[in-house]
């Protein structure tokens, strides 16, 4: 059983770089393909970067030049930083993992979920 934690959000300043974390525990870290989704109410969950245990990033097209993701395998934590926040960014994260070789975008890959805080962006 995998969990997840997520942690850094509640608040992002518009243009001002923020990361949020997730930790990992309960599997091999390097077995997992770690993914950041987020969601707004109405909305589908939407892809925005994954990450292997080998460090191959993934992105969406949207986020390519705005955020980097990243992962420290030595800590099971995986990184969200995020270059110029938007107004628009505002939505519940979510880190997921899966350990299959489903596709990393489509969030029914992942089995795994954290609870998902909230962030708001504002100035």
């Known amino acids: 059983q995998v969990q997840l934690v997520e942690s850094g959000g509640g608040w992002m300043q518009p243009g001002a770089s923020h990361r949020l974390s997730c930790a990992v525990s309960g599997r091999t870290f390097r077995d997992l393909i770690v993914g950041w989704f987020r969601q707004v109410p109405g909305k589908e969950r939407e892809f925005l970067a994954a990450i292997s245990g080998a460090l191959t990033p993934y992105y969406s097209d949207s986020m390519l030049d705005r955020c980097t993701i990243s992962r420290v395998n030595a800590k099971n934590m995986v990184y969200l930083q995020w270059e110029s926040p938007k107004l628009e960014d505002t939505a519940v994260y979510y880190c997921?993992?899966?350990?299959?070789?489903?596709?990393?975008?489509?969030?029914?890959?992942?089995?795994?979920w954290g609870p998902g805080p909230p962030v708001t962006v504002s100035s």
């Open positions: 997921a993992a899966h350990a299959n070789a489903l596709p990393v975008r489509r969030a029914s890959s992942y089995a795994s």
